[in-house]
């Protein structure tokens, strides 16, 4: 079974980063998958015409507002590859802090691009979500990944 992360813990988790005079700022994982989850919702009431919105929700067998929360929801998963020790640890300050909480770094580690990280477990985490849909593979693909990246099908599958 997953391991709960605290509080502390989970904010440590950073999605962006920038430098200041006073030192590195980071923003929250968590935060920023919030942000996105959210301004999809927005997008969907406000800017996605009413048949778009039919035509998603009989997809998935869902009402609109069913189909709104669970698009939100997968959207806002988008960068879940970046709670992967190869991001965490391209911010030294994060790393050690993560470290100082018990988070392990492997040293000889790939790195691996975070959309493919994304690709590879987002369709663990929603193939429980709708059970008699079939989808978690390709919508990975469409969340996480970009269709820029060269190969993508054999890292996921890998």
């Not at 030294?92 to 100082?100: C, D, F, G, I, R």
């Not at 709708?130 to 996480?144: I, T």
Request: hydrophobic share 45%.
């Amino acid at each position: 079974m997953a391991q709960m992360l605290e509080t502390n813990s989970l904010l440590s988790l950073w999605a962006k980063k920038k430098a200041s005079p006073a030192g590195e700022v980071r923003y929250p994982l968590l935060f920023h998958m919030l942000d996105v989850a959210m301004v999809t919702q927005e997008l969907w009431e406000k800017s996605l015409q009413p048949g778009a919105r039919r035509f998603f929700a009989k997809q998935l067998s869902l009402s609109e507002a069913e189909a709104c929360s669970w698009i939100s929801f997968w959207a806002g998963l988008h960068d879940i590859g970046k709670a992967s020790p190869v991001f965490q640890r391209k911010s030294e300050v994060a790393k050690y802090q993560l470290e100082s909480m018990g988070f392990v770094f492997e040293s000889h580690v790939t790195d691996v691009p975070h959309d493919i990280i994304t690709a590879h477990v987002f369709p663990n985490l929603v193939k429980n979500t709708l059970p008699k849909h079939n989808f978690p593979g390709d919508m990975a693909q469409s969340v996480g990944v970009f269709p820029t990246h060269v190969g993508v099908n054999r890292v996921v599958k890998e």
